[in-house]
């Protein structure tokens, strides 16, 4: 199975893959990506009746979007990727999946996907 991520607004989107099926799920996570994501993720393998192990490879959508989304399941799907040794891709703009998919099925393998925010961070100054 193929796991892929769109978390680049609020309502992040899944998608699953095997063979040529793919399911996709909309995720309204508002704020909570960093307490949920694993948690909800295990939630939809064991409904698929399977476990992390079962999982081949990943595709993310890199951006652009929201800054703290796309840093949070970037990183936990790096981490799964690495800590699996499985390939994962990275792609951008409105056709990431297809991109990515291909990528994927051709054998590339991103090793550690980076965001793209599309415009630099706004960063505040400290207040003391």
Known sequence: MIIGIDSSTSICRLYFATGGDIQKIDWDIGRE???TLIPYLREQLN???MTWEDISGIVVCKGPG???G???SLTVMNTIADSKGI???GESGDTWLEKALKRLDAGENDQLVMPEYGREPNITKPRK
Do not use: K, Y
């Open 33 to 35: 990506l960093a307490d």
């Open 47 to 49: 409904t698929r009746g």
């Open 70 to 72: 796309l840093r949070i």
């Open 87 to 89: 390939p994962i891709v």
């Open 66 to 68: 929201s800054f703290t």
